[in-house]
C-alpha cells in the first residue's frame, strides 16, 4: 500500500520502518520543514509536507496533540478517499491544557474536529519500545494486541490489518467516541495485553478516573526518577507501573 506519514518522533519513524520491512511503499514529512528530518532514523523517501499527502491510500499522523490545528491546511488537501489514523495522546503537563479535553471531549474527538476529518485512532496504545520490538508472528499464544477505533467500519477494517500484519493483534475498541477507554490512564493504556485481555481492559476503563490515574502515573516516575537519582527505569517497570496503577 502507498503510506503518507507526517512526524518523524520515535513511532512515526518505527512504523515507516515496519511498513517499509513489509514492502510498502513510504512518504514521510515533518510538519515544520523537511530539514527537521535530517539525522532521524526512519525508513521511506524524505519529502515535503506539501507532499507527503500525495498518490498515497493512509495517512498517519503522529505529531504532539497540540500541533494538529498546525496541520489543518494540509489536511484540507488530503483525498476523501484517503485513511487518516492519528496515534497522538493528550497530556496536559507536556501540550499544555486544551479545554475542551479538560471538558471531557475524547481526545480523538478533539483531534477530528481540528484536523475537519474522520479518523481512525491507532497506535497510541502501545510504547514506541513495544512497537518496535515486542511484535510476534500471529501463532504467538502472548501476541500484544493495540485498541483501534474509528466510526467507518471498512476503514477500521484495513487500519486492524495493517496492525496484524505489523506484529500485534487489533482489537476494534469502537466508535471515536468510545476511544476515550484506550486514552492515558485507563487499563488498555500500555500495558501490553493479549486480544482477550485488551478487550476486557477497553470494557473497564472508568472516564472520570481517567485523568487522575494517568497524573498519578507521571508522579509516580518522577518520584522513582528522585529516589534513583536519575538512574532510568526499564520497559518493563515502566509496564508495571502502568498496570499497577491504571488497574488501580
Ligand atoms: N512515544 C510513545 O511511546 C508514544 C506511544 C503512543 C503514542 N504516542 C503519541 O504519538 C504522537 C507522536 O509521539 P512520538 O513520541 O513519536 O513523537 P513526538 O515527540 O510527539 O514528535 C513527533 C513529531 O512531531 C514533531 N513536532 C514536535 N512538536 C511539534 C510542533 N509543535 N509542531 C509540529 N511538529 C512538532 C517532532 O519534530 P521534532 O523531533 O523536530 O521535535 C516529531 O517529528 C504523540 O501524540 C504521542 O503522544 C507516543
Known sequence: MRFGIIGAGPIGSIISKKLVKNGHDVKIADARGVERLEGKEFAGTAVRVEDVIKNIEVLII?????????????????GEEVIIIDTS??????????????NGMVESVWASNQLGRPIIKAFNNLLAYTLENEG???DSSERIAMAVAGNDPSQKQVVMDIVYELGFDAVDSGSLSDSWRQQPGTPAYCTE?????????LKKANKEKAPLLRDKVMERFAELLAEKKGVEFSHNDIVNINREIYNS
Open 62 to 78: 503522529s505529531l504532539p496533540i497540540k500541533a494538529l490545528p498546525s496541520i489543518r491546511n494540509i489536511i484540507d488537501q488530503v
Open 89 to 102: 495522546n493528550y497530556y496536559p503537563f507536556r501540550d499544555g491544557k486544551i479545554e475542551e479535553i479538560e
Open 136 to 138: 510476534t508472528s500471529e
Open 193 to 201: 495485553l493479549t486480544k482477550d485481555e485488551l478487550t476486557k481492559a
